[in-house]
């Protein structure tokens, strides 16, 4: 007898900072191609391996719920955000596995990230925990990329698409065959910076009730341009 098919939660970390529409792009494909059951936005609070977000996990927070309101599937989840200390993803797949054994989690990293898997805190444990879906990044070489150690996993582990999450659930890679989404959060807050003109240069690169909080609440402006 077949082995019963799991439903397959995507768990999608970042600091979204801010959320915008490669974000809700990549997460809509990545749902429709894998057939994931719903993807879930978690806002890391205190990220390890990256500088401290500039918005707060307050405003972070509300504009993904803001950016993901007008689509069903996509979920956003704070528990990163309220935890104390590190933002480790390991925490959080063993809460979410607590939470539903029975559930396969597809844990979602871009290329870059995935290339950094063996600096991160407690990180072969992932695999016990979850599936992993490598998302291609401009500039970013897989093969070259992968260390010793990661490059074992890679080979071992490497699976096929949307059955593969649901035969069980962790273990496997996924690489989708998913264009990359070149919009960069970085040159958002940059052209945010510079106001006006800047202001105007990312309308469409953003989620308008994302844009139309950051202007409100008058984030990611120059120094000069806050007070």
């Known amino acids: 007898m077949a082995a019963a098919m799991q439903t397959v939660l995507g768990v999608f970390g970042g600091t979204f900072d801010p959320v915008h529409c490669g974000h809700l792009e990549l997460a809509r494909e990545l749902r429709g191609t894998l057939a994931l059951s719903a993807i879930r936005f978690v ?21 993904v719920e803001l950016a993901i309101a007008k689509h069903p599937g996509l979920e956003v ?14 925490t959080t797949l063993e809460e979410l596995r607590a939470e539903d054994p029975a559930r396969a989690l597809a844990l979602i990293l871009g290329a870059d990230a995935f ?10 444990e992932v695999f016990a925990l ?3 879906v490598v998302v291609a990044r401009p500039g970013v070489t897989m093969e070259a990329g992968l260390s010793l150690e990661l490059a074992a996993e890679w080979s071992r582990r490497l699976g096929e ?5 649901s035969s069980k659930a962790a273990g496997a890679i996924i690489q989708p065959r998913i264009a990359a989404h070149p919009i960069s959060a970085s040159a958002i807050r940059e052209s945010l910076g510079r106001g006006g003109a800047g202001i105007d240069a990312v309308r469409g690169l953003l989620p308008a009730a994302v844009l139309a909080y950051i202007e409100r609440n008058h ?7 806050a007070t």
Not at 115 to 124: K, V
Request: hydrophobic share 35%; no cysteine.
């Open 43 to 63: 806002p890391a609070g205190d990220p390890p391996h990256r500088r401290p977000p500039v918005a707060s996990a307050t405003h972070r927070l509300a504009m």
């Open 77 to 90: 989840d704070a528990r990163e955000m309220q935890r104390r200390g590190r933002s480790y993803t390991v």
């Open 115 to 124: 290339l950094g898997l063996p600096t991160w805190h407690r990180w072969r």
């Open 130 to 132: 979850a599936h992993v």
């Open 161 to 165: 698409g949307a059955a593969t999450l």
């Open 219 to 225: 984030l990611y402006l120059s120094p000069q341009d």
